[in-house]
């Protein structure tokens, strides 16, 4: 079983893999801005917890 799963996630490593070697610069360049952002806002991100409040 174990060793099933690895070999599926090496094939789904190498398809992105492919995949990403088929994208121009521009899709690169895109998609790089688009996880930067994503990162600021997170690190920016904070999670509060109010209690339930019953009335």
Known sequence: M????KH???QA?????KEGL???NKERFEMATRL???QQTM???SIT???LSIK
């Open 13 to 17: 490593e190498l398809e992105l893999l």
């Open 2 to 5: 174990l060793e099933k799963t």
């Open 43 to 45: 690190s920016k991100a």
């Open 49 to 51: 917890h109010k209690p």
């Open 22 to 24: 088929k994208r121009s």
């Open 8 to 10: 599926t996630f090496d």
């Open 36 to 38: 930067y952002k994503f």
